[in-house]
């Protein structure tokens, strides 16, 4: 039976026996190369919701950015390997309850990052996507193309070591535990080595990009302040320019508020009109903070967040006097 | 014109530790760099980073952060979580190529009066020794 199958069956199962209210999963979305959220109901509703190389959304964000909604409510959802780390997250924060919450694992092989695809179509529509495994076949007007999956997987996914949902009540089919991948820090490493000013201007360059559209803050899991500080007026932290000067606070500023808790699921990545590469930083201070801190976001259930915890006897070798 | 480097230092002292050290710094008519700018906030753990940058990005030559010494925090332990964050902001500071090393963070005491006067004379000679901040020139907020 594959994951799809496994997948509505779960749903079926825990709506009739009542174990959940709502369910969050994907349904195939009215673009072929995106998945749309779906809400599951009732039994025949469950029918609807699939799980394929579409499916990026990280559903956890609805328990976040959309509170009252999910108050006093049993809720299912479908979760990849991020995904159930941001849900994890949620609970140490203190967001949701961990019995509130049914997580349904499913077995993740990447999903697709729509600008590859459009890249490698130079820009022609597609108009159907199969998923064969190893390769990928779009369909467009006049056009055929077979892509290898790796090319057009988002760049989280290239980069990724945990698969799998690591904290599940249910799993459609098995498993696996954490994957090495020697790409997570190659690219960091590759700019950690370049000079001191290169590493400034390439920064400067990448966050030039930016539009401030805040795509990144609002797709990302993590964030879900009430006021974030870019809204707030009294006092006013930064300009709201595309200047660099106010993109690179709001950038270095997100990173560092999300530090020790980035999952890496890539969603800002996928959603970023402008193409900049904003997930090198986030899982470089991810490494950081698991070198220092022996801490990976979302992890351990029974833990804390990296930076709402602490140790008596951390080095601070940088204070003075 | 050959006119001496004046740094200007923006400080967050919390106000039961570092911002009564600098006090009893006063007090006592200990005589210490006035390129210090004192803000006060409630615990050094009040420091956001947004602060730092904000400081370090409108043209502080030096940014310095006082807070209580571990295990004496009025907050019990918003300096452990302080101390977290600021090797933080440090850390993204060096990897992004900006000069980590006009960030300070010190512990003093409400009663160490005279270590806040050298903390204050030592980190002003080190700002002094870079120069000014390359920021001020060609960044503008």
Same mark, same amino acid.
């Given at each position: 039976?594959?994951?799809?199958?496994n997948?509505?069956?779960? +749903?079926k199962?825990?709506?009739?026996?009542?174990?959940v209210?709502?369910?969050?999963?994907?349904?195939?979305?009215?673009l072929?190369?995106?998945?749309t959220?779906?809400?599951v109901?009732?039994?025949?509703q469950?029918?609807?919701?699939?799980?394929d190389?579409?499916?990026?959304?990280n559903?956890?964000?609805?328990?976040t950015k959309?509170?009252?909604?999910y108050?006093n409510?049993?809720?299912?959802?479908?979760v990849k390997?991020c995904?159930?780390?941001s849900?994890?997250?949620?609970?140490?924060e203190?967001?949701?309850?961990?019995?509130?919450v049914?997580?349904?694992g499913v077995p993740?092989?990447?999903?697709?990052?729509?600008?590859?695809?459009?890249?490698a179509t130079?820009?022609?529509?597609?108009?159907?996507l199969v998923?064969?495994?190893?390769?990928?076949?779009v369909k467009?007007k006049?056009?055929e193309?077979?892509?290898?999956?790796?090319?057009?997987?988002?760049s989280?996914c290239?980069?990724?070591i945990?698969p799998?949902a690591?904290?599940y009540?249910f799993?459609m089919?098995?498993?696996?535990? $954490?994957?090495p991948?020697?790409?997570?820090v190659?690219?960091i +490493?590759?700019?950690q080595?370049?000079p001191?000013?290169?590493?400034?201007?390439?920064?400067?360059a $990448?966050?030039q990009?930016c539009i401030?559209?805040?795509?990144?803050?609002?797709v990302?899991?993590s964030?879900?302040?009430n006021?974030c500080?870019?809204?707030?007026?009294?006092p006013?932290?930064?300009?709201s320019?595309c200047?660099y000067?106010?993109s690179?606070?709001?950038?270095?500023?997100?990173?560092l508020?999300?530090?020790?808790?980035?999952?890496?699921?890539?969603a800002?990545?996928?959603?970023c009109?402008?193409?900049?590469?904003?997930?090198?930083?986030?899982?470089k201070?991810?490494?950081?903070?698991k070198?220092r801190?022996?801490?990976v976001?979302g992890l351990?259930?029974?833990?804390k967040?990296?930076?709402?915890?602490f140790k008596?006897d951390?080095?601070?070798?940088?204070?003075?006097? | 014109?050959n006119k001496?480097?004046?740094p200007?230092?923006t400080?967050?002292?919390c106000?039961?530790?570092s911002?009564?050290?600098?006090?009893?710094?006063?007090?006592?008519?200990?005589?210490?760099s006035?390129s210090?700018?004192?803000?006060?906030?409630?615990?050094?753990?009040r420091?956001?980073?947004v602060?730092?940058?904000?400081a370090y990005?409108?043209?502080?030559d030096?940014?310095l952060?006082?807070?209580?010494?571990?295990?004496?925090?009025?907050?019990?332990?918003?300096?452990?979580?302080t101390r977290?964050?600021?090797?933080?902001?440090?850390e993204?500071?060096?990897?992004?190529g900006l000069?980590?090393?006009?960030?300070?963070l010190?512990?003093?005491?409400?009663?160490e009066?005279?270590?806040?006067?050298r903390?204050a004379?030592e980190?002003t000679?080190?700002?002094?020794?870079?120069?000014?901040n390359?920021?001020?020139?060609s960044?503008f907020?």
């Open positions: 039976m594959n994951t799809t199958d997948l509505r069956k779960t +749903i199962t825990l709506i009739s026996e009542k174990k209210d709502l369910f969050l999963g994907w349904e195939k979305g009215s072929p190369l995106s998945a959220p779906l809400f109901t009732t039994g025949e469950a029918e609807r919701a699939i799980f190389v579409t499916c990026g959304n559903l956890s964000i609805y328990f959309d509170k009252k909604q108050a409510k049993k809720v299912g959802i479908a390997g995904d159930a780390r849900v994890v997250l949620n609970i140490l203190k967001q949701i309850k961990r019995e509130d049914v997580i349904v993740c092989n990447g999903v697709l990052d729509k600008k590859k695809v459009l890249a130079e820009g022609r529509e597609v108009l159907e998923d064969n495994g190893d390769t990928v076949t467009g006049g056009f193309l077979s892509l290898n999956r790796q090319e057009i997987l988002s989280s290239l980069a990724c945990y799998d690591q904290e009540d799993f089919g098995e498993a696996r535990g $954490e994957v991948n020697e790409e997570r190659k690219e +490493i590759d700019f080595n370049l001191d000013s290169d590493r400034w201007e390439q920064t400067r $990448e966050y990009k401030r559209c805040y795509a990144c803050r609002n990302c899991p964030c879900y302040c006021v500080f870019v809204d707030q007026n009294d006013k932290w930064i300009g320019t200047e000067t106010d690179v606070i709001f950038h270095v500023i997100r990173n508020h999300v530090a020790g808790r980035c999952v890496e699921c890539g800002c990545e996928r959603a009109p402008m193409d900049i590469n904003l997930l090198m930083m986030n899982r201070v991810a490494m950081e903070v070198d801190f022996g801490d976001a351990d259930i029974n833990g967040p990296a930076m709402s915890d008596e951390e080095k601070q070798k940088f204070i003075m006097g | 014109m001496e480097f004046t200007r230092i400080s967050f002292l106000k039961w530790c911002y009564t050290g600098a006090d009893l710094a006063g007090t006592s008519r200990l005589q210490y006035t210090i700018i004192p803000l006060q906030v409630m615990c050094s753990s420091v956001d980073p602060f730092l940058l904000k990005l409108s043209g502080s030096g940014v952060m006082g807070g209580c010494h571990p295990g004496d925090c009025h907050y019990e332990t918003g300096n452990y979580h977290r964050r600021f090797a933080l902001v440090k993204v500071f060096d990897s992004l000069e980590s090393a006009r960030l300070k010190s512990w003093i005491s409400a009663s009066g005279p270590k806040f006067a903390v004379n980190y000679e080190e700002i002094r020794k870079l120069g000014e390359p920021t001020r020139k960044i907020l």
